[in-house]
T-cell receptor, first 115, second 110 residues
């Protein structure tokens, strides 16, 4: 089954403790992206990757890191999490890297709480 | 930077009604626009993708239109059903980035 898989689905942690949220897709998609969703603000793009070893900042990259060493994986790293990073996070992928016309596919989300 | 607005923020209708959800965006230089639905506690499900060169796209009871020059898209839902209750999001794609509105929360009353 074609899917985008995020882990963990839920995480409660403390300020300053490094964490990684994994994202994997089995559709051989080139484009992958991370979003955070906050009430009243909608989804905002954190980072995106157009292909292996190519990553770019979205609108809200501060406090986050990503890597794209393999096509299928795009982990989101919070090196020193803070309470303002408490949010619902989504990973997404789409088939192509050019600005064309393929839909994005989303994972089920990771609810992250930082105390 | 692209700004996306969805009106109304919430909508409640009786079952069977036809309805229109609105999406407006400030930068008309887009490649496409995608409509999603989001159920509580769930991810986003793609409904329709309309290319910048298209005016309309249809899937079942759903019809999306796009007027790129005026920065508007509408999602038309025919003969609404309780199962349509969800939040609907629009997302224009500009360059390599996607921008989302805050959504319209739809409740269809049986």
């Amino acid at each position: 089954e074609a899917q985008v898989t995020q882990n963990p689905r839920y995480l409660i942690t403390v300020t300053g403790k490094k964490l990684t949220v994994t994202c994997s897709q089995n559709m051989n998609h080139e484009y992958m992206s991370w979003y955070r969703q906050d009430p009243g603000l909608g989804l905002r793009q954190i980072y995106y990757s157009m292909n292996v070893e190519v990553t770019d900042k979205g609108d809200v990259p501060e406090g986050y890191k990503v890597s794209r060493k393999e096509k299928r994986n795009f982990p989101l790293i919070l090196e020193s999490p803070s309470p303002n990073q408490t949010s619902l996070y989504f990973c997404a992928s789409s088939p192509d890297s050019s600005g064309s016309n393929q839909p994005q596919h989303f994972g089920d989300g990771t609810r992250l709480s930082i105390l | 930077k692209q700004e996306v607005t969805q009106i109304p923020a919430a909508l409640s209708v009786p079952e069977g009604e036809n309805l229109v959800l609105n999406c407006s965006f400030t930068d008309s230089a887009i490649y496409n626009l995608q409509w999603f639905r989001q159920d509580p506690g769930k991810g986003l499900t793609s409904l329709l993708l309309i290319q910048s060169s298209q005016r309309e796209q249809t899937s079942g009871r759903l019809n999306a239109s796009l007027d790129k020059s005026s920065g508007r898209s509408t999602l038309y839902i025919a003969a609404s059903q309780p199962g349509d209750s969800a939040t609907y999001l629009c997302a224009p794609r500009g360059g390599n980035q996607f921008y989302f509105g805050t959504g319209t929360s739809l409740t269809v009353i049986p």
